[in-house]
């Protein structure tokens, strides 16, 4: 089970019982695409409730200047002797002291099992520093608030495995799929099944211009509707010039450079800002299926452009008109909400 997106920041996580009738947790932690540990040490599931609780609570506060500001190379050491030895001569300790670094530090065994995670938030995405003796210490940008949403994700999970002391189903039982709007242009297909414990098992995926984007296999179809939610919020927030003038190759090299990796030198960085690029993101990145998968929606005045990129596919681009992008994604909300209306009070388990 995938909670997250192995391209930004994710669990891969294995439950299974031992012969204490106890449920044990393992996971592979994995961050820009890289797997940084490999899920070898076990835990018994409810020993991973209070360091989630720890770390979730840190949530707004991890905001350092000074401490975002450090080279990566010289991260780890000065964390260490300030932070951690508390070395009241060093020269960081009086402004770690100030801003709390400590906050920064992510400790949730064996999650971080491999050595030491920071989390830093920016105005606009968060830096995760890791540090493994091996292989020494990475950089990496994410959207903000994005591993906090991993982290509560878990814990959701993590409660209902605990109260119903049982590893969830690989798979449930999901009908046949729907098309909304036409694969040929832009449109989502979804198929739903039957709640387990609370939530709607389906398959979810987007069509652009003939080309599926977004793995068509089982998940929890509430947190699509989640997503897409919050996607829609967006809705007036996607009208931008410079973006829509772009072709395919340029609009994403130049939106991947400057929302994902944050890089403040890149020459559109600040009209990135200025515009809100971000905001034109339609990927529904909390759902596994869509691991390397980008969809960006931009406008201007009559118009929208889909651009959709996949590791394993070319980039892709269609224009329709302008709404039919929140139109599309609307009706499949309501799809799923008078589906979870229909199968309210039904319960079924594997």
Not at 47 to 61: H, P, R, T, V
Not at 69 to 89: Q, R
Not at 196 to 221: I, M, P, S
Not at 310 to 315: C, G, I, P, T
Request: proline share 3%; glycine share 6%; hydrophobic share 40%.
């Amino acid at each position: 089970m995938i909670i997250g997106n192995k391209q930004k920041f994710a669990l891969d996580i294995r439950l299974f019982f031992k012969d204490d009738n106890s449920i044990y947790f393992q996971s592979s932690l994995w961050i820009g695409g890289r797997q940084i540990s490999g899920g070898n040490d076990e835990v018994v599931l409810f020993q991973l409730i209070c360091d989630l609780e720890a770390a979730i609570s840190f949530n707004g506060k991890r905001s350092f200047d000074t401490l975002d500001e450090l080279d990566a190379d010289y991260f780890y050491p000065n964390f260490l002797d300030a932070v951690f030895m508390e070395d009241s001569n060093h020269k960081y300790y009086s402004i770690s002291q100030e801003e709390k670094w400590i906050n920064a530090h992510i400790d949730v065994p064996p999650i971080t099992n491999f050595g030491f995670m920071w989390l830093i938030d920016g105005y606009q995405k968060s830096t995760v520093i890791t540090h493994d003796d091996k292989i020494g210490t990475c950089r990496d940008f994410l959207p903000k608030g994005y591993i906090d949403n991993v982290l509560v994700e878990l814990k959701k999970n993590v409660n209902i495995w605990l109260k119903n002391n049982e590893v969830p189903p690989i798979s449930v039982s999901v009908g046949s799929s729907e098309l909304i709007g036409d694969k040929k242009r832009f449109a989502t297909e979804i198929a739903l099944g039957m709640p387990y414990e609370g939530r709607l098992a389906g398959k979810f995926c987007y069509w652009v211009n003939g080309v599926k984007f977004g793995d068509f296999t089982f998940t929890w179809v509430n947190e699509i509707k989640e997503e897409l939610l919050q996607i829609i919020k967006n809705t007036n927030s996607r009208a931008k010039n410079a973006l829509f003038s772009y072709n395919a190759h340029d609009l994403y090299y130049n939106f991947s450079h400057t929302v994902f990796m944050g890089d403040k030198f890149h020459p559109c960085w600040e009209k990135s800002l200025e515009e809100l690029w971000e905001k034109s993101d339609i990927t529904p990145n909390i759902i596994p299926q869509f691991d390397g998968v980008t969809v960006v929606s931009v406008d201007n005045e009559n118009k929208s452009k889909v651009v959709a990129y996949d590791f394993d596919k070319s980039l892709v681009e269609c224009i329709i008109e302008r709404g039919q992008v929140d139109k599309i994604l609307t009706d499949t909300i309501l799809v799923i909400e008078n589906w979870e209306k229909s199968t309210r009070g039904t319960k079924k388990k594997n």
